[in-house]
């Protein structure tokens, strides 16, 4: 027909169609970047409002003690919160109204833009991250040496705008968000069409984020295995020693039988009895379980002077370990029984890669 328009395609139609399906998503992840970043602010707010000014201002700590656990905590807040009030500018945030889509979808809102102004500043992370181990440290030693530190947490701790959460779980949220944020901006750049102003430059910012979190998630393996060694000296009696090194790593635990004898009489093993086993990547711990829990330390060999031998299965053992202690003041054979073939497989392969590292060899 002359002069007519001419109908869109039966294709452009489907692609018209499949990009208004991505900007619907686009819109939610948009919804999860605003809403977790709020509440990621108010988090940081929490640290600081109720643990790091009462330990600075009434002098529970002294400025290198409040330096060493909440390092530059302030300035990230103050840099969220300015990230939070450009994003929400970005989308057109007006009054606390819901995101809208309808004014970046063609040219407006760039949430990309605003990352990569403020990208650089995501690097003070890694002071905060680097410090993180250390802090957790701190937090112990204080809360054990300093008694109005142990009552601030232990009073905060039962205050509702904390929500049940301890000092060390606020602490952690700075590690936690920054490698959230790659999750969010490899989704956000899913579903944003490629004719979208904001899909070249959130390309760029997802490589510029993803550089910071991947040196970032690193530390945060060194923190949980942290936390786990915490988690185990918390649990111990009758040992006043140092299970929490920076240096040491929690390796695995388990429930065993175990029996052991003088190496100079191999004839006589006693009788096999329950223990946890804890394997560390410097020593091992036998313990005796106890109520709630807890674990009384009946003896820890360093690695150093162990040999650890398979036990083929035999009538009066199966799936069973051998740990030989070389220690000059307890020399001593042990014999412990897994549960399973494949739990003595994995035990006894870290067993022999630890001891090889202990001992230098390849």
Known sequence: MSGGVEAPSTENQGDAEDEKVMLVHRAKVVEEIITSEFSYVNDLKTLVKHYLKPSKEDSILTDEEVTSIFSNVE???????ELYRSLRKALGHIGGQSPSETEGTKGGARLGDVFIKLGDFLKMYTVYCNNHTKALENIVKCQQKNQKFAKLLERNSALP??????????????VQRL????????????????????HEVLKLTLAKVQQIADHVNKIAAQQ??????????????????????????????????????SPDNLDKFSLATERIVILFSDMILFGKLKKKKQIQVRSIIPLHYVKANDIPDNPKQTNAIEIVSQDPEKKKVYHFSCSDPKTKSIWLKDLQQFLKEIHGEK
């Open 224 to 261: 949980d295995n942290f936390i786990k060694m915490l988690e185990v000296a918390n649990r111990l009696t009758s040992y006043e020693g140092n299970i929490v090194e920076t240096d040491r790593r929690y390796i695995r635990e388990g429930i065993f039988l175990k029996s052991s004898a």
């Open 179 to 198: 490698c959230k944020y790659p999750l969010l901006f490899r989704e956000l750049l899913k579903f944003t069409p490629i004719s979208h102003p904001d």
């Open 161 to 174: 705008e904390c929500k049940g959460l301890a000092l060390k779980d606020y602490t952690i949220k700075p």
């Open 75 to 81: 300035f990230l807040l103050g840099f969220n919160e």
